[in-house]
């Protein structure tokens, strides 16, 4: 374990977690975008004439088809926009919280008057936002990267008046994670005071009721309410797989199709959040484990999608609720069952033998269809590793253990579809 005694891994760990789980309204990309935008207003005295905005590959691609909160709209245009009229600079993830229908339209006529202007750039950080708002005699400039909240830098009329963490590549926290094994997660997350867990809770109810307001509202492609349904006619089974499944598609249907209601982010995205929650909370219901066991399941999913995204990144060509959220769902799912480190390990190898190959191809109303199938291999992953039934090691990407595992997975995010990104831009931006 890591040269820092153990309260202080437990105190570095539950900060961590905690940064990561924070409540979002809409997609996290395109929320990103419009918080760097109304920080920038805050610092400008007069009216803006031009906003200009260079972002990342990976935000270009996961704002352009997502609806945003509160709207019928799409796009890193939009965000902007409305970033600058009606965005709480105050607010971090719920900066879309005062949206209406007079500032759509506000930010409809930007762009339509071409104020507003968006480059994808490459060579950044995945997480990565700068915008300049011009006004008549005064220039605004801010920074924001490395996580979707974290401001870099502020300078007016060329002035730095701010400048804090870049958090590019994460070192701090890698450089932790590096130094544990999953093993240490899970003991971790089993001898942690029970306590210090407490604000895991809120996101379990927060994404169970986004989940069945998913269900009644039938928002977007309503993925989750049309599962529901072939399971009322017998069409498919009722077992906790697929109502992880059901749960988990109708979450991402009212947050990818501008629902307002609020979902506990992990790995500073709302899917991961919902993908990571609620099919450990489904299982737990249905063995009926305790709140105190549920809590700890919980917190070993988030831990173990950060530990994932230190390799792969926060953002990559690779769907995250595959490779990351759903590996940790699968490991805190194991872990309900009373799985120890054989069959934690044996889960993950599952989970990467079976969905490694899933792209993102953006954040969208389909991204349900993503968070189903992984919730779903989540839950069955981890019953039949608990079974023996585990992929051979050294095979494919498998590695002797599931750490050599994620780090392949990770050498071939960075390496193997290095060039996917540029290719899906090209193929959703036709």
Not at 207 to 236: F, T, Y
Not at 330 to 343: A, P, R, T
Request: aromatic share 4%; charged share 25%.
């Amino acid at each position: 374990m890591s040269i820092l005694n153990k309260e202080e891994v437990f105190e570095q760990l539950i900060e961590i977690i905690k940064n990561e789980t924070k409540p979002a309204v809409g997609c996290t990309e395109p929320v990103a975008v419009a918080l760097t935008v109304a920080t920038a207003k805050k610092y400008l005295k007069g009216e803006p004439t031009k906003v200009d905005l260079k972002v990342s590959k990976n935000i270009y691609k996961n704002g352009k088809s997502v609806t945003i909160p509160n709207t019928e709209e799409c796009g890193v245009h939009m965000a902007a926009a409305l970033g600058l009229i009606c965005g709480d600079a105050d607010a971090g993830l719920m900066v879309f919280k005062n949206v209406d229908k007079a500032q759509v339209e506000k930010a409809n006529k930007l762009i339509d008057e071409n104020l507003v202007n968006v480059i994808p750039v490459s060579n950044e950080d995945s997480v990565f936002v700068e915008v300049t708002i011009i006004g008549d005699d005064e220039e605004v400039s801010v920074i924001l990267r490395g996580s979707h909240t974290n401001i870099n830098e502020i300078k007016v009329n060329g002035e730095i008046l701010f400048k804090g963490e870049s958090l590019k590549g994460d070192t701090k926290s890698y450089s932790f994670f590096k130094s544990l094994t999953l093993k240490d997660l899970r003991i971790i997350a089993e001898e942690i005071p029970c306590e210090k867990l407490a604000f895991i809770d809120d996101g379990i109810s927060m994404n169970k009721e986004a989940a069945v307001e998913g269900l009644r509202r039938e928002k977007g492609l309503h993925w989750g309410a049309s599962l529901l349904k072939l399971q009322q006619e017998g069409k498919i089974g009722k077992d906790s797989a697929t109502t992880a499944r059901i749960l988990t598609a109708a979450g991402s249907d009212i947050r990818m199709s501008g629902g307002t209601c609020p979902i506990m982010t992990s790995g500073g995205s709302g899917n991961q959040g919902l993908c990571v929650i609620l099919p450990i909370m489904v299982v737990a219901e249905d063995i009926k484990a305790s709140q105190e066991t549920l809590r700890r399941a919980v917190f070993l999913g988030h831990v173990v999608n950060n530990f994932v995204k230190k390799y792969t990144g926060k953002l990559s060509a690779i769907c995250g609720c595959a490779i990351a959220a759903g590996i940790g769902a699968s490991v805190g799912v194991s872990w309900l069952l009373g799985g120890k480190d054989k069959e934690i390990q044996g889960t993950i190898q599952n989970m990467l033998a079976n969905l490694t190959g899933m792209v993102c191809d953006g954040a969208k109303e389909s991204c349900a269809i993503k968070l189903s199938t992984s919730a779903a291999e989540a839950i069955i992953s981890a019953y039949l590793a608990k079974n023996g039934t585990i992929v051979p090691n050294k095979t494919g990407i498998i590695g002797n253990t599931a750490e050599e595992t994620i780090e392949n997975l990770g050498l071939l995010c960075r390496d193997g579809f290095s060039m996917a990104d540029d290719v899906m831009l090209t193929i959703a931006c036709e």
